[in-house]
């Protein structure tokens, strides 16, 4: 018993590890979210849901949706950001970048407006933003929409699908730990 307890413990501690390594992607995800959220305090959560979508490995594929690079984008949401074909989105800086912008329009959706970097810094509202990520848009609309349009995860998720309230749930859990 006392074995499985030091591995389960190793291995946290090696997932922690993990978690808290500087990236050679941080400095670039920290000047996009400069750039287009105004407040560079907020590149954890970025950097969260980039670890949560591909474990920040740049050349991650998903056949089930599918999805390619860091940030995990079908080609029909890329072609959105002018992207033509998957090589593009293994390259981790157009990700990045078009993650930024996606999330930027998918907040602009939901909430009518941009939200200052203060409201930004709301859990909730970030929640919300990743159930857009994870579920689309519409459906992140829909839960703000039925909850009477206010950020309020405990709200906002009865309205959403479990495998996306769980997705939001660890983006906050990672962020945590950064």
Excluded at 106 to 124: A, C, Q, W
Aim: a positive charge; hydrophobic letters at 40%.
């Amino acid at each position: 018993m006392k074995l499985r307890r030091l591995i389960t413990i190793f291995i946290t501690l090696l997932l922690s590890a993990d978690l808290l390594a500087v990236t050679k992607y941080d400095s670039y995800i920290q000047e996009q979210t400069l750039l287009h959220f105004g407040d560079v305090s907020l590149w954890k959560w970025h950097k969260a849901r980039l670890y949560v979508e591909s474990g920040l490995n740049p050349q991650a594929y998903n056949p089930n949706d599918p999805a390619y690079g860091i940030a995990q984008f079908t080609l029909p949401t890329a072609k959105k950001y002018n992207i033509k074909s998957p090589k593009q989105l293994y390259d981790p800086y157009i990700s990045i970048r078009i993650m930024m912008l996606y999330i930027k329009d998918i907040i602009k959706y939901v909430f009518g407006t941009m939200l200052s970097p203060k409201e930004l810094h709301d859990r909730n509202v970030q929640m919300l933003a990743d159930a857009g990520y994870n579920a689309g848009p519409g459906a992140a609309k829909r839960a703000y929409d039925l909850s009477g349009k206010v950020a309020n995860w405990q709200k906002n998720k009865k309205y959403l699908p479990e495998i996306t309230r769980k997705y939001c749930e660890r983006i906050q859990n990672v962020k945590e730990k950064f």
